[in-house]
């Protein structure tokens, strides 16, 4: 009894000590000194750097939905309407969630790791005793870069999903081009696309806020970091879930 | 609040920590008229149960420095931190540089660290920023120097550390020895009226120690800024207290024997239970006849 309430009481000081970095960005957003240099290269480095493992799992998520829902409607006989179901799922659920759990794996993970070995060399420290804000020169750019490329990314992936489903479509379906991107077009609403563009700014932040909020928190030495860096994937991950299903249910109540 | 106080050099008034003349309940005691540029007034500092320090009470005049000794674990590393407001304390009062950081806001502390330079423990250099970059950090992030006036400076404070061709050199590309003159040379580079030092020679040979401590005092005589050492080297703490840097006919520097004004401007301060267990020049801890200190300076 005694361990579950500590971990209740350590899941709160965690919440309130994630909250209040939250807050803290948010306060050194619209305060000075702001790091610019420091956002074009993160920017680069979440955004450019993700963008290979974005364009893969884009690829063939697009072209596995294709295969297995043109197997489905093959029942019906509605294969030829593979492209709607494709960008639909593509745009709404999949680009989404799939980008932000590889960014997850990739950026989220790294950033743990890097603001945890700074923090267990004293680098955090000597940034603080140097006259530099931590959070605005290493957290407030990476959430800065984390909520513009997610959504950039999810854009791409989308694209690369839907033209995955096309390559599925005319090679294995026998579905003609000009068929399915009809579909691909006639599936979308605006509220699809809306829904596809603000699920990635809320899930981007969530998961660059999560990483650089456990790494922070690091403590233990290179063990910790190690933990640190499975505790950033594992939460990031989760909550990127959890996340799509409150933004999902929201949107849906508000959109459509 | 803000006390205001002139930078005054190192006085005439050798000794140990004079006792207060007076504590007004704004500004920092004076000491000898001086205005301390460190003082703790009955610090006490608590992670949960473990007591770490306990009415720690001392101060640092402008110039001088002191030594902080004692076991792992006694406190010294902590001391250093809440100068820099990096901690804060359960209890009790800490000026610096005339300012009370105890209660004051991390943005407002910022203002404060800027005229205090430390040197961590490992040297906690930026991995991922050239030595030029780590050592020119402040300038060239936090500062409003000219970029060339930036780089002269950096080129001047590497040359006095002897690491000019280093300067394109990554951190993981250093020796141990090497990252901690690195990191003197970062503290130093803005001009702080202060440094702290956080064991610098820990974990080095004692030749590579030796050229260490030879920083710290060229820092402290030739550059004439006040200091914190924190070690538990008596060696190293020896050295520093009993020589002097002085600039021969060729400008090269030499480390002599110092006279009995530099011997009275470096203190000993022994940690031991959370509680100070001496403060003194040297020749009176080489004089002591405690049990504990005995002990631990044999």
Redesign the interface.
């Known amino acids: 009894m005694k361990t579950f309430v500590e971990w209740i009481k350590n899941a709160l000081l965690e919440v309130q000590e994630y909250l209040r970095l939250v807050s803290q960005v948010g306060r050194a957003l619209v305060s000075r ?1 702001f ?1 610019g240099r420091d956002v074009v290269q993160q920017l680069d480095l979440i955004g450019v750097g993700s963008l290979t493992v974005v364009l893969l799992t884009g690829l063939f998520t697009g072209m596995v939905l294709a295969l297995q829902s043109g197997m489905t409607l093959d029942q019906f006989g509605a294969r030829s309407i593979v492209g709607r179901l494709v960008s639909a799922t593509m745009v709404k659920e999949l680009g989404p969630v799939l980008t932000a759990l590889m960014v997850t794996g990739r950026v989220g993970s790294g950033i743990a790791a890097e603001l945890g ?2 923090v267990v ?3 955090i ?9 931590p959070i605005r ?1 290493l957290v407030l750019p990476r959430v800065i870069a984390g909520t513009v490329m997610v959504p950039v990314l999810t854009v791409v992936s989308n694209g690369v999903g839907m033209l995955g489903g096309m390559i599925i479509s005319v090679t294995q379906l026998r579905v003609a081009a000009s068929i399915y991107w009809s579909n691909v077009v006639d599936g979308l609403y605006m509220a699809d696309i809306w829904m596809g563009l603000i699920k990635p700014v809320v899930l981007g932040f969530a998961l660059v806020s999560i990483g650089c909020h456990v790494g922070l928190r690091t403590k233990g030495g290179t063990q910790g970091v190690g933990r640190a860096t499975t505790n950033a994937v594992v939460t990031g991950s989760v909550a990127v879930l959890v996340l799509d299903f409150l933004i999902t249910k929201l949107l849906i109540s508000v959109l459509y | 609040m803000t006390v205001p106080i002139d930078t005054p050099r190192a006085s005439e008034a050798p000794g140990p920590t004079a006792p207060r003349e007076d504590t007004s309940p704004d500004g920092p005691p004076l000491v000898d008229g001086e205005v301390p540029v460190i003082a703790f007034d009955r610090v006490t500092l608590a992670f949960d149960d473990n007591v770490v320090l306990q009415d720690i009470s001392f101060t640092l005049l402008p110039g001088r420095m002191k030594v902080f000794l004692g076991a792992s674990g006694s406190g010294k590393s902590t001391i250093l ?1 809440l100068v ?1 407001g ?1 901690l804060r304390p359960d209890a009790g009062r800490i000026w610096v540089l005339g300012e009370r950081v105890d209660v004051m806001p ?2 407002d502390l ?2 404060v ?2 005229q ?3 040197i ?3 040297g ?4 991922s920023l050239t030595v030029r970059e780590n050592v020119g ?2 300038l060239f ?2 500062g409003d120097v000219p970029e060339d006036e930036a780089d002269a400076r950096v080129d001047e404070v590497l040359g006095f550390v002897g690491l000019s061709a280093f300067a394109d050199r990554m951190p993981s590309a250093l020796s141990g020895g090497q990252r901690r003159r690195v990191a003197i040379a ?1 503290a130093m580079a803005a001009r702080p009226r202060m440094l702290l030092y956080d064991e610098p020679t820990t974990g080095l040979d004692p030749i590579t120690a030796m050229t260490v401590d030879q920083e710290i005092v060229k820092v402290r005589d030739l550059e004439g800024a006040s200091g914190l050492l924190v070690t538990h080297q008596l060696r190293d703490a020896f050295f520093v207290a009993t020589h002097e840097a002085v600039r021969g006919p060729d400008q090269a520097v030499q480390f002599v024997p110092a006279s009995a004004e530099r011997l009275a401007r470096t203190e000993f301060v022994m940690l031991k239970q959370g509680g100070i267990a001496f403060e003194g020049t040297v020749d009176a801890l080489r004089r002591t006849e405690d049990a504990y200190l005995r002990a631990f300076l044999s």
């Open positions: 000194p790091y070995s700074m060399t004293d680098q420290a000597a940034l603080r005793a140097l006259g530099t804000d020169k | 931190r820099l990096l991390e943005a910022m203002a660290r800027s205090v330079g430390m961590f423990q490992d906690a250099l930026f991995d950090y402040r992030q936090e970062r």
